[in-house]
Nanobody, 114 residues
Framework: QVQFVESGGGLVQAGGSLRLSCVAS????????MAWYRQAPGKQRERVAS???????NYVDSVKGRFTISRDNAKNTVYLQMNNLKPEDTAVYYC????????WGQGTQVTVSS
């Protein structure tokens, strides 16, 4: 069973930065496209960034130019560098495969104050 452990969230002022990490307990991590998702209170979970096995990246429009997804296959870890954070980025952030077929981890809370 695949497990994801997210970390790195916190409380930050608008304009600040955070770097999220997600460790995946999967032996085939390097063969798996990964993604970061977020869920704000009262809203559906949305995918904000993805990265293929060739490290091609894709972002939802609202975070383009501010967020950067990356991966370290040697560490089974995917990262999300978040810069110029805005209050609307406040959410619980999760990682999962690109198709989100595995179970969800506990996520990491990101709170951006104005």
């Amino acid at each position: 069973q695949v497990q994801f452990v997210e970390s790195g969230g916190g409380l930050v002022q608008a304009g600040g930065s955070l770097r999220l990490s997600c460790v995946a307990s999967i032996s085939t991590f390097r063969a798996k496209a990964m993604a970061w998702y977020r869920q704000a209170p009262g809203k559906q979970r949305e995918r904000v960034a993805s990265i293929t096995i060739a490290s091609t990246t894709n972002y939802v429009d609202s975070v383009k130019g501010r967020f950067t997804i990356s991966r370290d296959n040697a560490k089974n870890t995917v990262y999300l560098q978040m810069n110029n954070l805005k209050p609307e980025d406040t959410a619980v952030y999760y990682c999962n495969g690109l198709l989100a077929l595995e179970g969800w981890g506990q996520g990491t809370q990101v709170t951006v104050s104005s």
